[in-house]
């Protein structure tokens, strides 16, 4: 059968910035029908299929998975269709993308308390000690409500013993000095670093 300003697939997927392969695997699932084909076996597409598969890009810029998309297909070949039925698939979408937000931002939270907690209590000593990778390797814990005790466990870790080498000879050369042999602490220099404080663990609130 002719089609109207046929084209190759090259040059569909050129048109609807799709790839060749993409082409194909939608042609496989039904949302884009079957390619009409030259002498030769060469697929050919229409505008009709331009129409199409531009219409299913967009939707999946949009995020939409296909079994939406293809209900949003079935909506497009049935213009007497009541358009609340697209209204409904945005809005479930919506949904879908403000919850995964939420996990995003839960996400965040937890990843900035892991850089926080490393360069507070372990950052410049041996991988060993690292509070980040001792959290990722522990067993999953949850408290009597259900949430995850993992984040609090890297805000009650303790600062690593081994300390960078610039500051361990800046601590030696002051505990050798002669005035703090005789237990005179030097005037204008601090004392060795102190060790830093366990932040009191939050109640659990759930009754």
Do not use: W
């Not at 997927?13 to 699932?29: F, K, L, M, N, W």
């Not at 009541?82 to 939270?109: F, G, M, N, S, Y």
């Not at 308390?113 to 999953?140: F, N, R, S, W």
């Not at 960078?164 to 237990?183: F, N, W």
């Amino acid at each position: 059968m002719r089609v109207a300003n046929e084209m190759t697939i090259g040059s569909l997927a050129s048109q609807t910035r799709c790839s060749v392969p993409t082409i194909r695997y939608y042609e496989d699932i039904g949302l884009l029908p079957r390619a009409s084909r030259r002498f030769g076996g060469h697929r050919v597409y229409g505008d009709a299929d331009l129409r199409r598969l531009t219409f299913i890009r967009r939707c999946r810029d949009f995020g939409f998975p296909i079994e939406q998309i293809r209900e949003l297909v079935t909506l497009v070949g049935s213009p007497d269709s009541d358009c609340t039925a697209a209204r409904d698939l945005a809005q479930a979408h919506l949904d879908d993308v403000r919850r995964k937000l939420k996990e995003l931002r839960a996400l965040e939270r937890s990843l900035k308390q892991y850089v926080e907690a490393c360069d507070t209590h372990c950052a410049g000593g041996p991988a060993a000690a690292c509070v980040i990778l001792d959290d990722l390797a522990a067993p999953e814990q949850t408290s009597c409500c259900g949430s995850s005790a993992q984040g609090r466990k890297l805000a009650n870790a303790q600062p690593s013993r081994k300390r960078p080498t610039s500051e361990r000879r800046q601590s030696e050369a002051r505990s050798t000095h002669p005035d703090r042999l005789h237990g005179i602490a030097l005037p204008g220099r601090p004392p060795g670093r102190p060790r830093m404080a366990r932040p009191k663990r939050s109640r659990c609130n759930c009754g």
